[in-house]
């Protein structure tokens, strides 16, 4: 993409001494590159701590009726699980980590535009997440009321739910500083002769998602504002008791969280983008399509919200609305797959772990697109809303999509992150009990709702217990899989054999450049010649 390499004598970005040293040289730098590891650290800490609390909880369903915990007990664990997962994982996710690391460097910037706001997004991260820790061990007990809020309950419970609201609020300021910073380094740092046009797909992702945190953000923090003020002061605004209105409130949380399906979403497709031609050796097919139905999904996936809410009492007008465009959305939707999967067709493929956990994301994003849809019929969706296909479905996009979008950048990237290369060996074996136990766990889960069984039930029925026991066994089987996964990274941090620049022959401007990058990336800044993607017979060999 560029007409040289750009090489540097500079200390790479981990062994830098600047202003300070030590721990405090993290926790104060404003180095894009290690504030996207600070992000990558407390991220994968918060996500075993959700994986744990799911852990809990699949344990309980091995027995339909029992006394392992309490109704209240399993209550706040889905809580916990729910807000961990979405507001400290998916919904930063890809965005805070690899848009972090990898923007500046694959536009042929030095760093974001705001430094100093990057680092503040962090500490508002870590600050929304201890206020959610702190909500657990005190006031009467931990939220209960599930990830969602929902009123009246979430304003009748005596539980500690007022603070974590509060914390839900801080995160959300992390989400949209993020998003300025973002959009703010496209428009202003590209580089030379990098048009809209020639650049990569992965910042044209970011920036789809960044707009979606600068514009939706604020109604979700405004809601919970409004949810804190109604518990402190008695404010009817959402409590039917007080003359409120508590289908508001449902339209004012998914105003905001469904579009936060697509900041999940969005960055994930962005890494897919990336791995597929790198590792197909061809130029990425229908560019341009891909580029516009980013644009397209963050438009769309912001009028979409009512879809949850078809049984909550809406005309039937404003229910065929919301229901065509739940149809609408899923076009973009599949013209990524269909490029994606034309961008493997004739290509040299060099069949790596990341390609691998790439191919596995589509597959799983599909079975989430295509249930999804299921559930904008609305029929269909009267009997499936609220049962155990709603999990099922909802996992299958967040975890099998974001979630293994988010290993397939993991492992693309790692050695552009630390240098080191893992054991290929390592990631073939993790990546069998990954796949296996979460389809086994979450498709046993769409079963489930299409049976009837209710979700967020502490216990069930004994016709339901059969499915219970294998998606049961297949948590066990994928948390296996993921300690290998980390692990094994883990281990390539410190014991990896050194990583060259372009261990995959990539031709994007962050493999240009030193593994681990130096601390400004460029000696200078490059000049981009080439459309995206210009791959050279040479390149593979």
Same mark, same amino acid.
Request: proline share 6%; charged share 10%.
């Given at each position: ?66 006394? +392992?915990?309490?109704?209240? $007990?399993?209550?706040?664990?889905? !809580?916990?699980?729910? @807000?961990?997962?979405?507001? %400290? *994982?998916? /919904? ?119 707009? +979606?945190?600068?514009?939706? $953000?604020?109604?979700?923090?405004? !809601?919970?504002?409004? @949810?804190?003020?109604?518990? %402190? *002061?008695? /404010? ?306």
């Amino acid at each position: 993409m560029s007409t040289q390499q750009h090489t540097t004598a500079e200390p790479n970005y981990l062994e830098y001494d600047g202003k300070h040293n030590g721990l405090l040289g993290w926790l104060l730098s404003t180095d894009h590159k290690r504030v996207a590891i600070l992000y990558l650290v407390s991220m994968v800490t918060f996500f075993f701590a959700g994986v744990s609390a799911g852990f809990v909880m699949r344990l309980v369903q091995l027995t339909p009726f029992h006394k +392992m915990i309490t109704a209240q $007990t399993y209550n706040a664990l889905f !809580t916990f699980h729910g @807000v961990v997962m979405i507001f %400290l *994982f998916v /919904i930063p996710g890809l965005n805070a980590v690899f848009g972090n690391f990898v923007l500046p460097i694959i536009l042929g910037a030095k760093d974001v535009q705001f430094p100093r706001l990057n680092l503040a997004s962090w500490y508002f991260f870590i600050g929304g997440a201890l206020i959610a820790v702190i909500a657990l061990f005190t006031g009467n007990g931990p939220p209960d009321t599930g990830w969602s809020f929902y009123a009246p309950f979430s304003l009748k419970t005596g539980t500690n739910v007022t603070l974590g609201v509060f914390a839900a609020f801080i995160l959300g300021f992390s989400s949209m500083l993020t998003g300025i910073n973002f959009v703010t380094t496209i428009h202003r740092l590209r580089a030379p002769g990098m048009t809209f046009f020639k650049m990569p797909l992965f910042p044209w992702a970011v920036y789809a998602t960044s707009w +979606m945190q600068i514009l939706a $953000t604020p109604v979700l923090a405004v !809601t919970l504002l409004l @949810v804190i003020l109604e518990r %402190l *002061f008695g /404010i009817g605004i959402f409590d039917p008791a007080k003359g409120g209105d508590p289908v508001l409130y449902q339209h004012m949380f998914w105003i905001y969280s469904h579009p936060a399906v697509y900041i999940m979403i969005l960055p994930a497709m962005g890494a897919i983008s990336e791995i597929l031609p790198t590792f197909a050796q061809r130029t990425i097919f229908g560019y341009k399509a891909i580029a516009f139905s980013s644009i397209a999904i963050a438009g769309f996936g912001s009028l979409v919200w009512a879809h949850h809410m078809f049984t909550s009492g809406m005309s039937d007008f404003g229910n065929m609305i919301f229901s065509l465009l739940t149809m609408v959305v899923a076009v973009p939707s599949a013209i990524k797959v269909f490029n994606w999967v034309a961008t493997l067709y004739k290509g040299s493929i060099n069949f790596q772990p990341p390609l691998l956990y790439a191919l596995s994301f589509i597959f799983l994003f599909c079975i989430g697109g295509m249930t999804g849809v299921w559930q904008g019929a609305l029929a269909l969706d009267i009997h499936l809303h609220d049962t155990y296909f709603i999990v099922g479905h909802f996992h299958y996009v967040m975890f099998g999509g974001t979630g293994f979008a988010f290993f397939a950048a993991l492992v693309y990237w790692f050695p552009k992150m630390f240098g080191r290369m893992y054991s290929n060996t390592a990631m073939y074996v993790a990546w069998f009990p990954m796949f296996i136990g979460f389809n086994m766990l979450y498709f046993t889960m769409l079963i489930l709702g299409m049976q009837g069984m209710p979700r967020r039930y502490y216990a069930h029925l004994p016709q339901y217990h059969l499915a219970h026991v294998v998606a049961t066994v297949g948590s066990w089987i994928m948390i296996s899989g993921l300690l290998i996964f980390f692990g094994s990274l883990l281990h390539a941090v410190f014991r990896g054999k050194k990583a060259g620049s372009n261990p995959w022959h990539a031709v994007t401007l962050e493999w240009s450049v030193p593994s681990p990058p130096p601390v400004e990336n460029f000696d200078e800044v490059p000049t981009v010649t080439h459309e995206p993607y210009h791959f050279a017979k040479e390149a593979g060999s």
